[in-house]
Structures are given as C-alpha cells and as structure tokens.
C-alpha cells in the first residue's frame, strides 16, 4: 500500500502561520492522511502540522535587526536543513518570509531534489527584482495572492498561479455595526515586537490627542498570538488604560465594531479595507534599515491597499511623518469628514471586487497536489 505524502511547511511570521494553517487544512481534507510538518506557530500546530522549531523566533523588523538575531535564525536553518535531511519530504511549501526560506531553505531543499511550492510569494515586484532568477530557478510553481502578482511573474517565465487571497474567507460574511454610533478606533501596531515597540507609542500618543477632541473614542488593540499582553500594556501610560482595551481575537472579528483604524503597514491594512473600515497606514523602522530600503524599494507606496488600487486611497506616513500631530491630522480629515470618510468607503469596496471570490487555500491546495502528482 503506498505511503501516504510527507508534505513541509515553512512559515515564518504570525500571519505565514494564520495562511499556512488554513493551507494545513485544506490539504488535509483533499488529501486524507497527507502527513504534515515544519516551521510555524501555533494555529499550524493546531491544525496538524508538527513543528520542528517556532516561527516566533524567527520574526525580525528591517534589515539591520537581523544581526541581533542571528543565532536564532542559524538554530531555525539547521533545524530545518536537518528535517529535509532525515525525510526527504515528497513536497516543500514555503510560505512568504524570502530572507530565510528563498536563501537558507530552498537553495538546500533544491539541491536535495525535493519539489517546492512558494505560497505567498516574496514581494519581489516591489524591491531586490534579482530575486526573480533565483525564483525562477529554485521554484517549481508561485502561488500568489495579489492580482497584479500574477502578470509580473509570467514577465519573467515563472510558473504562477492566482489563486486568489486568503483573507477573503475571513470577510464572506463581514458586518459591520452602525458606524454612525460606532466611536471605536483600531490601533494595529503589528506582530512583531520590533514594530509594535516603535509604533505603539506613536499611535497611543495620537490617540490621546483625538481624544481631546473627540472624548467619545475608545480605542481597541488586537495582540498577536506570539505578543504577550503585558508587552503592550507597558506601553499604555496608566492614566489611559481606561479607555483601551486589547483583544485576543481574529482581526476580522474586532473590526467589526470599529469605524476607522491607525494600522501598521502589512497584512492588516488589507484586511481592514476588506472591513471597508477607513484608515491611515503608518510605518517606522530602525532609521538605518529604511535608508537602504528607500534606495532599493521600486513601488510608489507601502500599503496593499494602495498597490492594489493604483492609487492613494488611505494616507500613508513613513518615518518622520509617521508622528502622532500628523497622525491626528489625518484623523480629522477623513473620520470627521463624512464625504471624505464615504468616498474613501466607496474606494476600499471596489478594491475588494478586484481580489475576486473566497477559496484562496483550497485553489493553493489543489494547486499543490497537482504539483505533487507531477513529481509523483
């Protein structure tokens, strides 16, 4: 009888574990008895995947943060390099995370012969295009999640597949409360520990100045399931603590009682358009860490939302910008703003028909099922 397929998944960062987790379970039930292990966190575990080493250690900010954790990533490489080793899975599944999975797993992985699916393909469109050659000489098929990701790679002869975006599934059924009763405000300062440090702060300091003006606000924080709470009440001054409260719970379902956002930029500005919710998207790094991304990075601007747009349609502050009387600035202008606030409402709809329908992790399923018959 043959042996059932020994599939690895490697996923670096709290949202590479959210998608390879619904990736896990889609496998599962078009492939019943499909073995599953890797790199990740917690929602893989839960879903069947066996990790080998936590994702958590190896989520860093910028390019000069990595040096002050490099002992962690050598740890998550030789893990890793020692698993393919011991059992020559039929199949590799790398799941965004280029710095580590494009050059210290799949090169290794490729020369082990082992067939590799890229889900959630690095943003080689926006920086460091070389990528592309490696991409195309590493990878057996891309499996991307945004639109104009699919035109890009057949540019450049990769096999790519559009298999929609993930987050979809998680807004099918999305309702918001009554906005116009709604004084909740998301502040969304990120996963990582790096960004939620320089960030926070930033955001909370606006906060308190909006407040002023508008004393009805409460404002939400959603914690990471790799942030302890304590890390992010430490950040909160006491006398404010009052009008905060964090929440462990899916960022789609805190969005529903919310009517605009401060975000960091990432994933959960496109989830929050998928809220329809309006925004300003907001990023700051370590300052060395963004000169040099300033040269390489070749997009016009930072956020999803408004790569996939086209255009500006939610205000984006970066560095310098990114201070809370800017911040609040922006507030103003379009939460208490009603054409403003409507029309930036009517701009993160028609984004939303641009992604297409739910499904993205059974089409990447099935997509990668094939590519194991292939090699079969």
Sequence with gaps: MKKPPHLV???GEDSGDFHGANLATALQRQSPGIKLSGIGGSKMEESGVELIFPSSRLAVIGLTEVL????DIRAGRKAIREHLLKIRPDLLILID????NLHLVAPFAHKLKIPIVYYISPKVWAWRQGRVATI???????LVILPFEKEFFEQHNVAVEYVGNP??????SFKSLDRRQNHNIALIPGSRRGEIKCLLPEMITAARLYLREQPESRFLIPVAPSIAFTDIEKLIPANFREYVTLLR???????EDVSFALVTSGTATLETALAEIPMVVIYKINQLSYLIGKRIIKV???SLVNLIAGKEIVPELIQTEANPEKIVRQMRAIR???PSYNRTVQDLQKLKLRLGKPGAAQRAAAAIIDELKKHG
Excluded: E, M, Y
Aim: proline share 8%; charged share 20%; glycine share 6%.
């Design 300 to 302: 016009p601007f930072i």
């Design 136 to 142: 195309n000489r590493l990878i057996d098929r891309v």
């Design 336 to 338: 208490d703003h009603k």
């Design 68 to 71: 002050g954790r490099i002992s």
């Design 167 to 172: 987050l979809l599934d998680d807004f099918a």
């Design 249 to 255: 719970q899916p960022l789609a379902t805190l969005l």
């Design 97 to 100: 995370f280029p710095g580590f």
């Design 9 to 11: 998944i490697v996923a």
